[in-house]
């Protein structure tokens, strides 16, 4: 289910529309990756059996197919506060935090350290089968990692960090850019997986051996080619720069600027690679400034088969919405008036509470929509990402 979120500045409201619409693995390890060790008390028969691909793609099954939802916070933060002012913390360590979604209680906790930093400018990708790609725009530094397993693979780096590192824009280029930063991570088919980078041209990434001299450039990493590759025909819709990418049942979507007096949705087919705009959407989103709304995916379904409609889930008013504790606790003001930038679900409870985060909060709370009122749920002020997760042993892809 692909969500869209969007804040009036009036009113302050969240309203959520859905449209519901073995390769065998190598024997020689790549160069960069880091192998999990298993115990040596293990048989070497059952150690064999853990790293099959198989047996990955059965644990991966299972874990989905689970009752338990659990929420990955992925955040920065090494050191207690009291030490931070004499021990900075290396920005090439990144926690990663398992929640359970019903308790909120913390089932683990798990700090990675990456060899190549990232400059303090970490981007962080949805959970795609338990991994993440973490990738910094500032640097050459890009990873895909499994904290379940400390799995890890540095990959080469795309030809927008590259450009990025000729040009050495200034802090207040950097601020000015209004290229997309965020990539998506997806999987075309069993151990198939791709990244996806949608940007907009400009001068600071202009690039004589892109095909394409649109308003954007795509880049695709091929993980069995082990490198990137331009796609010779992108969106003619510039992509609004603040945003995540959503992706579901196949496909991945971005907002586009206002063209028009409207925005558009782009859909990015993985299996033809093709591009595409979604129609019929809502009026009232498709009006409006596409910094106020934002784009989440629920279950995993886009539209429905025979309609291709777009319809409203839930309706949450967050100024009639009592919520003292949570503010104290989380140090934000859930119901601002003033604020236009949307609140995103993260989640669905089994209770029908909806997890809901926010660009200013570092923390999570639930709205409970029977009592129109919201409860903290968690808070960390170097959290990066707050996403559904499930874990898996997927590696050496």
């Given amino acids: 289910r692909l969500a869209l979120s ?12 859905s449209s519901e619409g073995k390769r065998k693995r190598s024997k020689r390890r790549r160069r960069n990756e880091k192998p999990v060790i298993a115990p040596s008390s293990l048989p070497k028969e059952v150690i064999e059996e853990m ?3 198989s047996f990955a793609e059965r644990h991966l099954k299972i874990a989905k197919e689970s009752r338990v939802k659990l929420i990955m916070v992925i955040d920065s933060r090494l050191l207690a506060w009291n030490q931070l002012l004499f021990y900075p913390p290396p920005d090439s360590n990144v926690s990663f935090r398992m929640f359970c979604l019903e308790s909120a209680s913390l089932l683990s906790s798990t700090l990675i350290n990456f060899s190549q930093g990232f400059d303090n400018w970490i981007f962080i990708s949805g959970n795609c089968d338990g991994l993440f790609c973490i990738h910094s725009p500032k640097t050459q530094s890009i990873y895909v990692v499994n904290p379940a397993t400390r799995w890890l693979r540095q990959l080469p780096p795309a030809r ?9 824009p200034s802090l207040e280029e950097w601020k000015a850019m209004d290229s997309l930063f965020h990539l998506a991570f997806v999987k075309k088919a069993a151990a198939d997986y791709k990244l996806v980078w949608l940007y907009n041209s400009d001068s600071y990434n202009a690039d004589p051996s892109c095909p394409n001299e649109g308003v954007t450039k795509c880049e695709v990493f091929d993980f069995r080619a082990n490198a990137w590759r331009y796609l010779a025909c992108t969106p003619s819709y510039r992509i609004f720069p603040r945003q995540k990418p959503a992706y579901a049942n196949g496909s991945v979507y971005w907002l586009t600027e206002l063209h028009e007096g409207r925005i558009e949705v782009v859909d990015f087919d993985i ?3 093709t591009f595409r705009l979604l129609q019929n959407i809502i009026p009232a989103i498709a009006s409006s400034d596409p910094s106020h709304v934002d784009m989440c995916t629920l279950d995993n379904h886009l539209l429905k088969p025979t309609e291709g409609t777009w319809e409203m889930i839930f309706s949450i008013d967050l100024i009639s919405c009592p919520c003292p504790r949570t503010e104290i606790r989380d140090q934000f003001e859930w119901s601002r008036k003033d604020l ?8 669905v409870c089994k209770n029908k509470k909806i997890l809901l985060s926010h660009s200013y909060s570092r923390g999570l709370v639930k709205y409970d929509p029977l009592t129109k009122s919201l409860d903290f749920f968690y808070r960390d002020p170097m959290a990066w990402r707050k996403v559904t997760y499930f874990q898996s042993l997927i590696s050496h892809i």
Avoid at 6 to 17: G, I, P
């Fill in 160 to 168: 927008f960090q590259i450009l990025m590192h000729k040009f050495d």
């Fill in 6 to 17: 969007k804040m009036e500045s009036a009113e302050n409201r969240v309203v959520v529309a």
């Fill in 271 to 273: 299996q033809t690679e």
């Fill in 51 to 53: 790293e099959s691909l």
């Fill in 340 to 347: 236009v930038e949307p609140s995103t679900p993260v989640a």
